[in-house]
């Protein structure tokens, strides 16, 4: 009787192809960005001054702030953030407070993410949802014409890499702000899968 032998195969690692931002390619969507949608500007501050991501950022309510802190729950895992309003990014030149701030307009909201005219989808004041978000994002980067090489554009998401990438410059904990349990997890973000140069001083 033959036995029969089963070898353990082990299942290629799926290879990421998703490009990195930078902060130019940044700056440069975000110029048309805000030009076309405040509240995407809005949007796209509070994603790389806070570190988080596109579900928690459009559910970011003024009420959220107390003791000079925004505090999150992370809709992912349930980590509770409380970020000062005096956290800066030096490399844009926003702090939170700042950005805070400028979400709030002439419309009357709950949301620091929301519709500031009335629209044919949406009341004034409304909240701007996660796939609304999504969906211009991807217009205003198409629209800046970047070359995204060989790999598939970068989507609202990256933003949160290239948030954790200019905080550590800066000395900032990264695991904290992203609500990271592992710093495994956070140098996965920090990876900029070869996209700019490393410079030797």
């Known amino acids: 009787m033959l036995q029969m032998l089963t070898l353990a195969t082990k299942q290629p690692r799926r290879k990421i192809t998703r490009q990195r931002l930078n902060l130019e390619e940044w700056k440069r ?22 570190g988080q991501r596109l579900g928690d950022i459009s559910k970011m309510k003024f009420s959220d702030i107390w003791d000079d802190h925004l505090h999150v729950i992370q809709e992912k895992t ?15 030149d926003w702090c939170l407070r700042d950005v805070v701030a400028r979400c709030r307009d002439y419309a009357v909201s709950l949301y620091m993410v ?14 701007v949802k996660s796939n ?57 973000y920090h990876d900029d899968r070869g996209k700019d140069w490393i410079r030797i001083m």
């Open 29 to 50: 969507i975000f110029a048309i960005a805000d030009a076309n949608h405040r509240y995407l500007g809005n949007a796209m501050l509070l994603a790389i001054v806070t």
């Open 78 to 92: 349930g980590s509770k953030i409380a970020i000062p309003l005096s956290l800066r990014c030096d490399a844009i």
């Open 114 to 127: 929301h519709f500031f005219r009335a629209t044919s989808m949406a009341e004034r004041g409304a909240q």
């Open 132 to 188: 609304t978000i999504t969906m211009n994002f991807s217009k205003a980067r198409d629209k800046a014409e970047i070359n995204w090489g060989d790999g598939t554009p970068a989507t609202f998401h990256e933003q949160r890499s290239l948030s954790e990438r200019l905080y550590e410059t800066q000395g900032v904990d990264t695991k904290k702000l992203l609500g990271h349990k592992s710093q495994r997890q956070t140098d996965q």
